[in-house]
Nanobody, 122 residues
Framework: QLVQAGGGSVPADGSLLLTCAAT????????MAWVRRAPGKELEVVAK???????TYADSVKGRFTISQDKAKLAVYLQMSGLKPEDSAMYYC??????????????????WGQGSQVTVFS
């Protein structure tokens, strides 16, 4: 299971930190991601990190969001800065065994956190 914390409501250009902790190791090789879904929009994988530390970001968040992991704590973080109203969405932590290559859809991840609402107001 993945347990999330963080989220909330902030003004534009504000910052938020999301955390996600796994209750047990997922696999020797795994991909952890932060995924968001806004009303009326498709699911978007905003950041991914694999067991080797390889990181990818969606173009929409590059330079503003930072994903990191603490393997000892089985935790993944998403530091969000320079938030925009269009970043408002439900954010989910997602995980799966294997690497992150081409994991862009909901079906590509086996484990999901409970979700954290992020609201950015102008």
């Amino acid at each position: 299971q993945l347990v999330q914390a963080g989220g909330g409501s902030v003004p534009a250009d504000g910052s938020l930190l999301l955390t996600c902790a796994a209750t047990r190791p997922i696999a020797s090789s795994s991909c952890m991601a932060w995924v968001r879904r806004a009303p009326g929009k498709e699911l978007e994988v905003v950041a991914k990190v694999d067991s080797e530390g390889m990181i990818t970001y969606a173009d929409s968040v590059k330079g503003r969001f930072t994903i990191s992991q603490d393997k000892a704590k089985l935790a993944v973080y998403l530091q969000m800065s320079g938030l925009k109203p269009e970043d408002s969405a439900m954010y989910y932590c997602a995980g799966s065994g294997g690497n992150c290559y081409r994991r862009e859809k909901e079906r590509d991840f086996a484990l999901w956190g409970q979700g954290s609402q992020v609201t950015v107001f102008s």
